[in-house]
């Protein structure tokens, strides 16, 4: 079963469909159907597709959602923005992420640790409370005053909306991974 599972996801993007016993494998859902070869019932999986309306529609409803959003909370935003400000430095921040299908682009963030944080990371590894590859400290010294409030609500994302009103992301979804966590990901 392990192995006709990494048969699987080798042959997605190829083109190359798999047929298999139904004793063999064990998945379900849309990408499951029952399909006769010579005679034989037997399953076929098919590469999962988001294509078509469904994904035009979803890609409207994101930016559409987006851009309300972004109308909506523009005073708040602004306020962020004189706040993290105040505290010296850039108001926001970008960190390269790998979106869909691998691809790169920068995720906008209100910035909330002091400049040139991320030097500063190798000193404090050994205090790593993440998770695998992600690096958290629950008391990182590099967050700002300011830093610490948007954190807790989650406030230092809000600009994000300007990657969903780009199509870089999507207001619903996995969270975009840093290239040395992927880099880290075992195969499954």
Known sequence: SRRLHHLAWDLEGTG?????????????????HVAAVDGLPLLRLTEPAFTGVPRVIKGMTDRLGAALLLLL?????????????????????????????????????????????DQYQAELADQN????????LHQDP?????????????FDELPQLFNVLSGSMSLVGPRPPLQEEVASYSRD
Do not use: W
């Open 16 to 32: 190359v469909e798999l047929v298999v016993d139904p004793g063999l494998m064990e998945i379900a859902g849309p990408r499951l």
């Open 73 to 117: 909370i523009a005073p708040v935003m602004i306020a962020i923005a004189i706040a993290v400000c105040s505290d010296g430095g850039p108001v926001l921040y970008r960190q390269l992420r790998v979106g869909k299908a691998g691809s790169l682009f920068s995720l906008i963030k209100f910035r909330s640790m002091r400049m040139n944080a």
């Open 129 to 136: 409370q993440g998770a695998g590859p992600l690096f958290k």
């Open 142 to 154: 590099r967050v700002t005053r300011v830093g610490r409030f948007l954190r807790k609500y989650s």
